[in-house]
């Protein structure tokens, strides 16, 4: 029997469409939902799932006086850039004009495409810095460059541990970028670089042995990361190894995700992605979700959650569901005005880069706390 492609249709915006008569308008996403990343990928859908559901209760949107809804289309590329192609191509053909997606090979991959002949609203959920390189006009960038991360993370750990640093980190296009410029930063310090031992986070099982190898050169902090599940298993198999030094996690990775994995303890020492719910602001927000998901959120689910709305708002300024264009024209605006009670984080607006500018916060986790670290405002952008 031929496979059904892995669609997910939001049933309460049909219902709500049917009865109030409204325009269903079709929201694209292709990410991870099957394969090592598929909790990557289901986190990044729930938070748009949470918003589209929100809207569409409100009785949706008013574009040009109509009443409009949302329905979420979502495509498994199971993290496959390839099959990130393939999915947009296919939902550009059925009239969708934003598409969301949360891998960076996949958004570089379909970047080009955006300005085709049809063209659509790319939401990128990527922290790859390349993504504004790219210039592309009809991008959205939701999280932070993963660079702002960077420097603040390395002087904290050589401060904590010493100058020596290990490499397990995924294997991913995103991993090797992350390890590179770490490695640079981390010399740039003062610091020495021991040998990459970074492996495949999606199709790894038993990561004793990478462990084994990084450690076997003393290293004082360990740089990880790639999807939170398997980030916490390459953490237990250093803590099991006697491993008693700091950790980089790669910004993929979360510690509320984590410590579901390993004791927290295991987390001593590390830097990383400060979790949401230490954010100001964040907790009617982390209460709503965890009801509606039984899990703690994720900045997959609150970036997601906030993008959703953004575009929601930009369309209704714009006047338009399907001119791209005009609708990244006033994506700005649109996030500028956006309730706190929809964007989760303090957000300022877009840059013309198509960036959102909303602040940034890091942490230092140590015996439970978090001690938070906020980066420079000249990276932000």
Request: charged letters at 15%; one cysteine or more; a neutral charge.
């Given at each position: 029997m031929k496979k059904a492609p892995a669609l997910l249709l939001s049933l309460a915006a049909l219902a709500l469409a049917a009865s109030a008569q409204a325009k269903v308008v079709n929201i694209g996403y292709s990410g991870p939902l099957s394969g090592g990343a598929?909790?990557?990928?289901?986190?990044?859908?729930?938070?748009?799932?949470?918003?589209?559901?929100?809207?569409?209760?409100?009785?949706?949107?008013?574009?040009?006086?109509?009443?409009?809804?949302?329905?979420?289309?979502?495509?498994?590329?199971?993290?496959?850039?390839?099959?990130?192609?393939?999915?947009?191509?296919?939902?550009?053909?059925?009239?969708?004009?934003?598409?969301?997606?949360?891998?960076?090979?996949?958004?570089?991959?379909?970047?080009?495409?955006?300005?085709?002949?049809?063209?659509?609203?790319?939401?990128?959920?990527?922290?790859?810095?390349?993504?504004?390189?790219?210039?592309?006009?009809?991008?959205?960038?939701?999280?932070?460059?993963?660079?702002?991360?960077v420097a603040p993370f390395v002087q904290k750990e050589i401060g904590a541990f010493g100058k020596k640093l290990g490499l397990v980190g995924t294997t991913s296009a995103y991993g090797k970028a992350w390890a590179g410029v770490v490695s640079a930063e981390w010399q740039k310090q003062g610091g020495t670089v021991g040998t990459d031992n970074g492996v495949d986070y999606s199709t790894t099982v038993d990561y004793s042995s990478a462990v084994t190898k990084a450690l076997a050169e003393k290293p004082d902090v360990l740089f990880v990361g790639g999807p939170s599940q398997p980030t916490a298993l390459v953490v237990k198999a250093a803590r099991e190894q006697g491993f008693k030094g700091g950790f980089i996690v790669?910004?993929?990775?979360?510690?509320?995700?984590?410590?579901?994995?390993?004791?927290?303890?295991?987390?001593?020492?590390?830097?990383?992605?400060?979790?949401?719910?230490?954010?100001?602001?964040?907790?009617?927000?982390?209460?709503?979700?965890?009801?509606?998901?039984?899990?703690?959120?994720?900045?997959?689910?609150?970036?997601?959650?906030?993008?959703?709305?953004i575009v929601a708002a930009a369309m209704s300024a714009a006047g338009t569901t399907d001119d791209a264009v005009a609708i990244r024209a006033k994506l700005a605006t649109a996030a500028a005005s956006l309730p706190r009670t929809k964007s989760i984080f303090k957000i300022n607006g877009v840059t013309d880069q198509g960036h959102v500018d909303a602040d940034v916060l890091a942490a230092y986790l140590q015996d439970g706390n978090f001690t938070k670290l906020r980066l420079p405002a000249t990276l932000l952008k």
């Open positions: 598929a909790s990557y990928g289901k986190d990044c859908q729930s938070g748009l799932l949470m918003a589209i559901d929100e809207i569409n209760a409100a009785g949706g949107i008013t574009v040009k006086g109509e009443k409009v809804t949302f329905n979420l289309v979502s495509l498994d590329d199971r993290y496959l850039p390839n099959e990130t192609a393939t999915n947009v191509k296919r939902l550009t053909s059925q009239g969708v004009s934003t598409i969301f997606v949360p891998h960076a090979g996949g958004i570089l991959t379909v970047q080009p495409l955006t300005t085709k002949d049809p063209n659509f609203l790319l939401v990128a959920y990527s922290s790859e810095p390349n993504i504004l390189k790219a210039n592309n006009p009809l991008t959205l960038m939701l999280p932070p460059r993963y660079d702002n991360y790669m910004d993929q990775a979360k510690f509320e995700q984590m410590n579901q994995v390993v004791p927290q303890s295991y987390l001593n020492g590390a830097v990383g992605v400060l979790p949401v719910a230490q954010f100001p602001g964040t907790q009617v927000f982390v209460n709503q979700y965890s009801r509606k998901y039984k899990k703690i959120p994720t900045s997959e689910a609150a970036l997601n959650y906030m993008g959703m709305n």
